[in-house]
């Protein structure tokens, strides 16, 4: 999969992200008693593409390349997915 600079097409505020945000606020401010969340947030990863004014906060050529292994077979047996 390659990366992107181009941002998505919609705004930051109908994300995935700010969706689960608002759900955990709202959940928390009618709390009434003890409480726990797990908000897991996977984006935006992938498809490795993030709405402005995000998408264009860091220029790539400031960003170090990930730590790869040698091999893409290496590379795979780290993880399932992979």
Same mark, same amino acid.
């Given at each position: ?5 181009? =941002?998505?097409?919609?705004?930051? $505020? ?9 759900? /955990?606020? !709202?959940? +928390?401010? @009618? ?14 990863? =992938?498809?490795?593409?993030?709405? $402005? ?9 400031? /960003?170090? !390349?990930? +730590?790869? @292994? ?13």
């Amino acid at each position: 999969m390659l990366a992107t600079r181009a =941002p998505v097409a919609y705004s930051a $505020e109908h994300t995935e992200a700010a969706f689960l945000t608002g759900a /955990v606020l !709202d959940h +928390v401010d @009618a709390a009434d008693e003890p409480w726990f969340v797990h908000a897991a947030y996977i984006r935006p990863h =992938p498809p490795f593409v993030a709405p $402005e004014p995000y998408a264009s906060m860091y220029d790539p050529a400031d /960003v170090p !390349d990930p +730590v790869r @292994a040698e091999t893409f077979e290496a590379e795979g047996a780290v993880h399932p997915v992979l």
